[in-house]
């Protein structure tokens, strides 16, 4: 078994090989693209022994994983942060990440995170852009606002992009170039209106008919994909006898079935050369170590950093001995907080 570890770049993907041993075997880069990670599995099977792979998150790293695996790569992607808090470093470069994403691969250290599916990006995809769409259809209509504010036009209407709010921005008088920009925004709210309307559908319609859909289900990322959302019932309502099961119960138990009859399709005999995407996900729970703290110097310990705040040397503080001087302002002695007075004579 061989251990790689890629470090991804916008043009350049550096690679580490290394052997069982932890002995580098070869050290190179390839384009990121699909003919440069084609090439890249050619010129490493020469070796003749299975590779495991290990990549951090960032964009484009879901792409080099999906290359790579149906190349027949075991390839797990990363947590950037959780490697930066297991190997800190001094001195940090595009191949000593690759090296060390290399090395914590070969030790079963990688802090992998879970990729779904396909299907489920795909699905995940529809849903964002639809997000996208609207908040940028928001943003149009929150400036034709701003636009009437600043001229000094009151809105009567409650929707201003309705039909009596239409009728009233078709008789408002604005100069230029103010008028110009408010039916720009007009006419780019109808369109992404009809890309809005487009995006619901698809998502809707690509989605089946359990309820284990990604759109159906009201997560915030896929909230909005269906025409109608209904507020979900409560578990101890009287309509519902049974407890409902939770969308994300049954997105997992989803992925629990994908996974298991994809490991039973890679070990069957009558497999092809090209494995399964993400059949080799999953086979063997992974403990992670916690994540380590960094030593500290001798003159920087807890006790040497508290003597310092306190203005002291690094020696223990003699213990304070009360003196006359305690007593050398009177204390209020009434529950109101002042000093009793002398009777007058």
């Known amino acids: 078994m061989l251990y790689a570890g890629l470090d991804l770049r916008r043009k350049r993907l550096d690679f580490h090989l290394l052997d069982a041993e932890g002995a580098t075997v070869e050290v190179g880069a390839a384009p990121p693209d699909a003919g440069g990670l084609r090439g890249l599995t050619q010129r ?10 290990a990549i951090e998150s960032m964009n484009g790293a879901r792409f080099v994983h999906d290359q790579l695996e149906r190349a027949g790569w075991q ?17 940090k470069t ?14 079963e250290l990688v802090p992998a995170i879970w990729l779904p599916d ?17 908040r940028h259809r928001s943003s149009l209509k929150q400036r034709v606002h701003a636009v009437l504010l600043a001229q000094g036009k009151p809105c009567p209407v409650s929707d201003l992009f309705g039909l009596s709010g239409r009728e ?22 109808d369109e992404l209106d009809r890309e809005i309307d487009t995006a619901r ?13 990604p759109c159906s289900s009201p997560s915030p990322a896929s909230a909005g994909c269906s025409p109608t959302r209904s507020r979900p019932r409560s578990a101890t309502s009287p309509a519902s006898p049974r407890r409902a099961s939770s969308p994300v119960t049954a997105a997992s138990a989803h992925a629990s ?22 059949a080799g996900r999953g086979r063997r729970p992974r403990q992670h170590p916690p994540r380590l703290p960094r030593a500290l110097p ?12 306190q203005g002291r040397p690094g020696r223990p503080r003699p213990p304070t001995r009360r003196s006359d001087l305690a007593h050398a302002h009177p204390q209020p002695t009434l529950r109101s907080g002042r000093r009793h007075r002398p009777l007058a004579a």
């Open 44 to 53: 490493l099977d020469r070796h003749g022994a299975p590779i495991r792979a």
């Open 75 to 91: 390839v797990e992607i990363a947590d950037a942060q959780k490697v930066k808090g297991l190997a800190p470093l001094a001195c």
């Open 94 to 107: 595009d191949r000593i990440d690759a090296w060390v994403l290399a090395e914590l691969s070969r030790r």
């Open 118 to 134: 396909p299907h489920v990006r795909a699905e995940r995809e529809r849903a964002r852009w639809r997000l996208y769409l609207v």
């Open 168 to 189: 009233l921005l078709a008789r408002l008088a604005l100069p230029e170039p103010w008028c110009g920009n408010v039916q720009a925004s007009l006419r780019l709210i």
């Open 201 to 213: 559908a698809s998502c809707a319609g690509s989605a089946p008919s359990t309820a284990t859909s």
């Open 257 to 278: 079935t994908n996974r298991a009859r994809l490991i039973a399709a890679a070990r069957s005999p009558n497999r092809g050369p090209v494995p399964t995407l993400g």
């Open 298 to 309: 001798a003159d920087k310990g807890p006790s040497r950093q508290a003597a310092r705040r």
